[in-house]
């Protein structure tokens, strides 16, 4: 399904119905969602003296379930869980302590991601960095090393995400310059996350804390970036200069649709459904499930399944002459060949 721009504001525009948040249904939320991932924790604490693999295997619904709360909090930084903004923000910074993510800082860079995404003359804000084509061959032969590292799976979705939730959302790196509420919202969650762990190693001792704790939010760090990659790169996004560059097209063809599984979606929160969220933000998560049932035609656009989402790890960067991302062999072969072979490859 394609749609133009018109169209698409028309179809932003009957979402209005659906922003109403129902904060009854968040507290359920919250609550099904934080009480499992406490008493989960409690029994891999327990499981430890019965064999750590053991334990390890409650590591992963219990890493789920911090996904959620992080799902959570990302509604909360929209303003769309709660009916109310003091409930939405003091939930988002107290749930901020358990994802180790500052909640002031990370709304106000998820706000310009939001506002910016797919506009390649404002990337850097909240992203994942993408280069054109155009642009890595200009690069020198050491900062294209680098980028095909920063792109490099293991780096992508093992080493990055742990060094962004533990060491990079310590400091408002990037922020410097906006002022004090950055410093205040980083230091203040740095402050309650250190409380916490205090009081946790001297509920269950240091060696248990990390035994119990490590696994899953290195475990959740990796399943957010990948649910955040597979929702802006995937073959056929959207990425536009300013002169071109529109929100609603963005919103609609540069987010994809992820269809997972029933399970997967609870505990991933629908953000799955990510065309619509960016095309109206204030639609609760809880709700993005009644925008589909109710405009069926807007499930096809920019769907990925799975299995297919798994082939998007080879897409590197951004082709300006087909639209589309590439990998970096083909966007070899596309600078090595004659201008006919484009052409021809353009017109299949």
Known sequence: MTQGTPEIRASAQLF????????????????ITAVPLCVIWALIWAAL???YWFALLLEVPAAGLLVRLFMIQHDCGHGS?????????WVGRAIGVMTLTPYDYWRQ???RHHANSGNLDHRGSGDIDTLTVREFRDQSRWRRMLYRLY????????????????????????LMRGGWKPWLSTMGTNVAIAILVAVMIRLVG????????????VLAASIGVWLFYVQHQFEHTYWSHDETWNFHDAALHGSSHYQLPAVLRWFTANIGVHHIHHLSSRIPCYR????????????????????QSL??????????????????????????????????????
């Open 288 to 307: 993005l499930p009644d925008v589909l049932r109710d405009h069926p035609q807007l499930a096809g656009v920019g769907r990925i399944t799975l299995l």
């Open 311 to 348: 082939r998007t790890v080879r897409l590197t960067l951004w082709d300006e002459e087909r639209l589309q991302l590439v990998s970096f062999g083909e966007a070899a072969l596309t600078s090595t060949a004659s201008p006919t072979a484009v052409a021809s490859r353009r017109g299949r």
């Open 151 to 174: 792109r490099h799976p293991i780096v992508m979705f093992g080493v990055g995400p742990t060094y962004l939730f533990i060491l990079k959302h310590r400091l408002p790196v990037g």
């Open 206 to 217: 240091y060696g248990p804390l990390l035994l119990v704790h490590l696994p899953i939010v």
């Open 49 to 51: 003296d019965h064999g």
């Open 81 to 89: 869980f709660f009916r109310g903004r003091v409930a939405n923000d």
């Open 109 to 111: 860079n998820h706000a």
């Open 16 to 31: 209005a119905r659906y922003r109403e948040a129902d904060s009854a249904r968040g507290v359920l939320e919250l609550v």
